[in-house]
């Protein structure tokens, strides 16, 4: 099933991410037949736990290093001229996720660190040195590297 | 000059410093103390040390305790509490109140309240735990096990995973509805005291603002840059005890998403109030108090002046404050009341 067609009858469906429906394709309880979207499941968004492998990642390359100087006030997004043009890419955020470990969220928007043009803008206003545009350098090696988060 | 001493009630920072300022003037002090011990909220509460310098508590107020214990021109009153005052400025007679009963009527020239505060009691807030689950402490119970070298949960574990969480009993109309100014830059420095004493601890700040003002800002920079403390902004809605660690419920609001996440240990930046000696001085001395129950200076920019002559105000009393900033505040009304006795001698 693609995933379109899953939970396609869930009101306001568009707010809910793919990957948190649930829908079997064949499933039978007690003998009463739940396949499709008689079992639709969706996974709640909730965050359960942090994993800062990703970041240990980012940290141990020459560019990515100062990832944890990060206090996420967003002048990295506010200046980046692709971030104005294209709203689902966002340093500050990324930075965010891969610091705080939110594998999830990682996973869904991993492809959007390749939007970054590099040109830099972002190091010279970072009033905390982070470097974001060496930081998402580091994270596209770091994300290409390994097929999943975990 | 009057010959009569000035009386300094609270024997904190504030009431440490002017009584030792008067005292080194040469005026005779009486300073009055609730409790046993000298040395005020710091000493009580036994702070390993003070932010932002990790200066050991005992290199900044041993020898202002050193000094009012042996100094012949002050008089220390403990476990006592003034009830009543009549007279004017420059002729104020007061009545001390022992623990034990006894009471002495005394001749004052001048009044310095420095009464200080409480921590707020978490208890009051049910959605912490506080009381209920183990493992939920408060920033002044940290400080005491950090003072100890040992940090351990309940069981004897040491803590892996360790959640701050700030502003308890602040910025809340539920509870206080003032910032306590200090508990942000306290966090930090026990964050990084227990980074440096576990070192494989993993330390989650969950804030609502990061307000460590003025030079205190290092601390913050030095938690993240050298110690790898993260920050999660939001407010916690509830924790709680699964029976082995404990879940803490809340928001990063740094990307609209939820937590529910275990830890070890919840510490609480319990925020600071006005404390009981504070709300019995004001009855006593008929002092004015603002809308949060902290005394209130005439001005509120000029803390030491009561509103009534020749009563002056230091310290947390007034309003929350750190540790230097109390001292400073000490100094400034033993000047005030320095200045008094010594007009007094003009006018006799």
């Known amino acids: 099933m693609s995933d379109e067609e899953k939970g396609k009858h869930i009101v306001e469906r568009k707010y809910v991410d793919d990957s948190r429906i649930i829908e079997p394709e064949k499933l039978e309880i007690g003998g009463i037949d739940v396949s499709g979207h008689w079992g639709t499941l969706v996974l ?24 944890e100087k990060c206090w996420q006030c967003g002048n990295c997004t506010a200046i980046c001229p692709v971030a104005h043009a294209h709203p689902e890419f966002n340093p500050r955020y990324l930075i965010h996720i891969v610091k705080m470990g939110y594998s999830a969220e990682v996973e869904k928007l991993k492809d959007t660190v390749y939007f970054c043009s590099g040109c830099g803008l972002c190091s010279s206003v970072c009033p905390k040195g982070v470097d974001p545009q060496g930081v998402m350098i580091a994270m596209s090696i770091a994300f290409k590297s390994k097929k999943g988060y975990r | 000059m009057s010959s009569l001493p000035v009386l300094v009630i609270g024997a904190g920072p504030a009431g440490l410093r002017a009584a030792t300022d008067l005292a080194e ?8 103390e609730r ?6 909220a710091p000493i009580r509460w036994k702070y390993h040390s003070l932010a932002p310098d990790f200066t050991p508590t005992e290199e900044v107020l041993g020898p202002m305790i050193k000094f009012c ?44 309240v420095a009464t200080g505060f409480e921590h707020f009691d978490a208890t009051v807030d049910p959605r912490y735990s506080y009381g209920k689950a183990p493992n939920v402490i408060g920033i002044n119970e940290l400080e005491v096990m950090i003072s100890e070298g040992k940090v351990v949960g309940h069981d004897g574990k ?22 306590c100014t200090v ?10 005291e227990l ?17 460590t003002i003025g030079l205190w800002e290092k601390l913050y920079w030095d938690s993240m840059e050298k110690y790898g403390i993260n920050y999660i902004r939001g407010r916690v809605g509830e924790v709680f005890y699964t029976g082995e660690k404990l879940l803490v419920k809340g928001e990063d609001t740094l990307v ?55 009563i002056f105000l230091a310290g947390t009393c007034v309003a929350p404050m750190s540790v230097e900033e109390s001292i400073a505040e000490g100094s400034a009304a033993a000047m005030q009341a320095a200045k008094l006795v010594s007009r007094t001698k003009i006018i006799v």
């Open chain 2, 35 to 40: 409790r046993k011990e000298l040395g005020g």
């Open chain 2, 25 to 32: 003037l040469n005026i005779p002090v009486v300073l009055v």
């Open chain 1, 44 to 67: 709640p968004r909730t965050i359960e736990d942090f994993d800062n492998s990703m970041l240990k990642k980012v940290k141990s390359m020459p560019r990515g290093k100062n990832i």
């Open chain 2, 195 to 211: 980074k440096q004493l576990l070192n494989d601890v993993q330390i989650y700040m969950i804030y609502m603002d990061i307000r």
């Open chain 2, 183 to 192: 508990c942000c830059g306290v966090s930090i420095k026990q964050a990084i």
């Open chain 2, 256 to 310: 609209r998403g939820p937590f529910e996440v275990l830890f070890d240990m919840v510490v609480l930046a319990v925020g600071i109030e006005p404390g009981e000696g504070t709300k019995q001085v004001a009855s006593a001395l008929k002092l004015k108090v603002n809308e949060f129950g902290f005394l209130a200076p005439k001005i509120p920019n000029i803390h030491f002046d009561s509103g009534k002559e020749g």
């Open chain 2, 69 to 112: 214990k042996n100094s012949s021109n002050i008089e220390v009153i403990e476990e006592a509490v003034v009830e009543g005052y009549g007279g004017s400025a420059g002729d104020f007679s007061v009545k001390i109140r022992k623990i034990n009963g006894e009471v002495q009527d005394r001749k004052v020239a001048a009044i310095i």
């Open chain 2, 158 to 179: 040491i803590p892996k995973r360790v959640a701050f969480i700030f502003c308890v009993g602040s910025r809340d109309r539920s509870t206080n509805p003032w910032c």
